[in-house]
């Protein structure tokens, strides 16, 4: 059973900076792609950045040059290196593993989220 278990939110101030974290159980090496999601109050939830197993990245127009993406696969992990926050950038921030399997339907994990917090 995979896990992804998130960390790395909180309160900030804009202008500001955060690092999110996502640690898998076990290989991430299985993965096709991970990512972050995000869902505000109200709102739906959305992708906010993109990182596939070839290291290719994409990003939500809204934090593109500002938020990056990176992927540990020696340490299972996953990074979103957010700055220059904005108010709007307040939600939960949820981690995603996307796992192809020739023949069957994609599977994609979650983690519970960690919430963001963007407010003087």
């Known amino acids: 059973q995979v896990q992804l278990v998130e960390s790395g939110g909180g309160l900030v101030q804009p202008g500001g900076s955060l690092r999110l974290s996502c640690a898998a159980s076990?290989?991430?090496?299985?993965?096709?792609?991970m990512g972050w999601f995000r869902q505000a109050p109200g709102k739906q939830r959305e992708l906010v950045a993109r990182?596939?197993?070839?290291?290719?990245?994409n990003y939500a127009r809204s934090v593109k040059g500002r938020f990056a993406i990176s992927r540990d696969n020696a340490k299972n992990t996953v990074y979103l290196q957010m700055n220059s926050l904005k108010p709007e950038d307040t939600a939960v921030y949820y981690c995603?593993?996307?796992?192809?399997?020739?023949?069957?339907?994609?599977?994609?994990?979650w983690g519970k989220g960690t919430p963001v917090t963007v407010s003087s």
């Open positions: 995603n593993a996307e796992e192809v399997v020739a023949g069957l339907p994609t599977v994609n994990y």
């Open positions: 076990g290989s991430t090496f299985r993965f096709n792609a």
């Open positions: 990182i596939s197993s070839g290291g290719n990245t």
